[in-house]
């Protein structure tokens, strides 16, 4: 039996947006990349900067670098509730001054504990499932998984850009002036929701009473192509936090290379990362071989695990680094359009929600739990609880063959 697939990359003037939907995407694309830029800075310096502070250890770090996960997780979906009755503007203006809050905090911290305070406050500010919702209230149907796809790029663009920028802002200020830069970041946030964010006329409010609200929480559990992928997210972000617990320590100690040049390393390897990306992309696209591909990305996911954990070759490092990016970058922009599509019928803001949940989740659990595992155990241990968890994900992929949650027809419009 053969699976129809329609052309998963259709050109853009065979359903253009319209200049509102342009507006929207835009303007909610460049808010959400301010903010991750604001959290991103701050994971190749924390394992760094921190340890230089009264009470520093690895399991403090490792809690400062993703506490800020777990507030984000439990605030995601009441945050979207919240939404749905009070509108989305003001709940993201609101989630925003909680991000500048934190970040205020942890810049002005004396210790480690003040930064796992600013840090926390920082994930209070849980809007991510807002702002998809408003994207989703202010774009049509067709055009939502293009507009989502095009957060998505921007999201992978903060990240990188953040990699690069927060050593330079580091070397000229230190931790704090990472977090100053941070705060005035969430204030621009609220100034592009106020200025340039249109205005829904309506949300588009799916089952709002509670008992069908929390049903659609259970389904979206449940559902076993959307677990599979709330899965990987979960692990996927739970081995970026460990990862750089570990990479920066490598490249100070290891490598020789000064706090303030590591984005001489990190720049290159993203960028390259791209180019490793696009043969993975046409693969996906030609002969519905997504399942496939998706798989290959775990795969270099765990093999960049390896790499990083067992070398003590300055060049095969890199490379494992390079491997990494290249992996990361091609699941983290895959998922979300993945779960929009796979999701079903009346569920997308819930399961969205959900999606968002496990991978703050993964991103608590990573830092948290490997600062703990550095501590009290070793760096052996946290690599093989990584290269565990990437190679369960696999096999629970492995046999899905291309069910719903991986068909050709779900990638992302570009």
Known sequence: MHAHFERPFPLITENPMTALEKRTVGSLALLYSFRMLGLFMVLPLLALYAADLPGASPSMIGLALGVYGLTQALLQIPFGWLSD???????????????????????????????????????????????????????????????MAMVGISIGLSFAVALVLGPVVAAAGGLAAVFWLTALLAVVGVAIVILLVPTPQQSSTEHSDVGARAGLIKRSLLD?????????????????????????????????????????????????????????????????????????????VFAAIAILGFTSSTAIFYLGLWVFFVGFNYLEATLPSLVSKTVFAGGKGTAMGVYSTCQFLGAFAGGAAGGWILQYMSLAALIVLCLILAALWWLIVLPAGQPSALKQDQLPDT
């Open 224 to 300: 076993p192509a959307l677990a599979r992928l709330n899965f990987g997210v979960f692990t996927l972000h739970f081995i970026l936090m460990a990862c750089f617990l570990v990479v920066p320590g490598f490249l100070e100690q290891s490598a020789g290379i000064d706090r303030d040049r590591h984005w001489m390393v990190y720049l290159p390897a993203l960028l390259l990362s791209i180019v490793g990306m696009v043969p993975l992309m046409i693969l996906a696209e030609r002969g519905g071989r997504l399942h496939q591909v998706f798989l290959l990305g775990i795969a270099l």
């Open 85 to 147: 009755h009070v509108g989305r503007k003001p709940v993201i203006i609101g989630g925003l001054m909680l991000f500048a809050l934190g970040s205020i905090v942890a810049a002005m911290a004396d210790s480690v504990y003040g930064i796992v305070l600013g840090r926390t406050l920082q994930g209070a500010g849980a809007i991510a499932s807002t702002v998809m919702a408003l994207v989703a209230d202010l774009t049509r149907e067709e055009q939502r998984t293009k507009a």
